[in-house]
């Protein structure tokens, strides 16, 4: 069997259109295309070397590589042909260890030397009393800040990039993953995976590994579209009943949204629910956001609200301090250390940088659980391991 590369995003793709660049990317054979340009040195290969490590169909072949270069995906000089977004495969594991380790102790080592002071500024939060201290540490520093607020401000200083203006006004980040199981544990393995789904109140959020599919909002639509893209109809009436669904997935959750606050609320008592609502707490229960105990509702996840957003900015100010510290350290030295074969095919270094993050504050994430200050995620078989919480807008 052939190698291929897994290709994923950061950003918004757009429709799937001749500009999306999963549209070529589910061509046949293009996944072991990507691999084999990525693997081997910058414009080594050329389409006849391609044809023949792959039996592919010559001209088929051509038609893919030039979408692929209207999009910038990958680059040709003279016939030969380079990548131009991050590709990891398995000879850059070890240098990408060696890369992040360093860092990721250091920086674990310094939040944990503030961690009485992050657990007295826990207690001010409004879902202090009903969850505990390392359930909501978890979510603030894992989710919010390492996975959020310091990534916009890392970007903004930049040290990388999590923004690319793209064809067709389009914006997004692209990398890719070798398929193996080295590469899967490498890739899937760490807490540093955010599922957000944001309606106009509030946003349901997971965070853990990306070893699996989760059961949340965010994952189960993403299945529903990706079984749809399947299917063998024409493009277009895939593209139109997908505009149709995703409008009736921005009204169940909003739907879903509104009948949360109600919850928080007062309104938990089964008989203050109207039949129309069944469906969406049914719904909601799927998820496990509520239950249902004693014909009562009841939240189970922690809830940021507004009144919390000054203690989590308290939170980001002082882990920051210690990012900062390590990251322009790291940072400073990337060409010497960073030896892998996005660097060797000239991929934008803060491109790269952005995954290298990622890598970074994922095992920050894991010494973090094992050192207590975070809770241990539960973990689901096929689902990975994740919490959940929700941030009211």
Known sequence: MNKKIELYHYGDCGGFDD????????????PEVLYLIGREKAYTLTVDD??????????????????MKSLVMI??????????????????????NDFSKDVSVKLADSIISKQEELKALCRTLSCFNDFETNELLYHIIGCMILDGSAIEELANQGYFRCSKEQVDDRDYILFGFEKSALVDEFSEGILCSCNNYRTDLLSFVSFGDAAGNRND???????????????????????????????HHKETGLKC??????ILNGEVHENEYKSDDDLYLE????????EKKNQKYHITVPVFLEQDMGVIKTIHDLVMKDVLLHLSEAFSKTHERLDISSVKHGVD??????????????????????????????????????????EVL
């Open 19 to 30: 500009y999306n660049p999963f549209k070529v990317y589910a061509g046949e054979g293009i």
């Open 50 to 67: 391609i044809v023949l490590k792959l039996k592919c169909d010559k001209e088929l072949l051509k038609e893919h590589l030039e979408t």
């Open 75 to 96: 680059d040709e000089i003279d016939g030969y042909y380079s990548t131009k977004f991050t590709i990891i495969v398995e000879d850059d594991l070890e240098a990408i």
């Open 217 to 247: 909002f965010f994952r189960f639509e993403r299945q529903v579209i990706k079984q749809i893209n399947q299917m063998k109809s024409s493009n277009n009436t895939k593209q139109s009943y997908l505009n149709l669904l995703q409008n």
């Open 257 to 262: 949204a509104h009948l949360i606050m109600r």
């Open 283 to 290: 719904y909601l229960q799927s998820f496990n956001y509520i």
């Open 349 to 390: 270094i803060k491109e790269i940088l952005n995954e290298m993050w990622h890598q970074i504050f994922g095992h920050v994430n894991e010494a973090l659980v094992i050192k207590k200050l975070f809770k241990t995620p539960d973990y689901f078989e096929g689902e990975g391991r994740y919490l959940k919480c929700i």
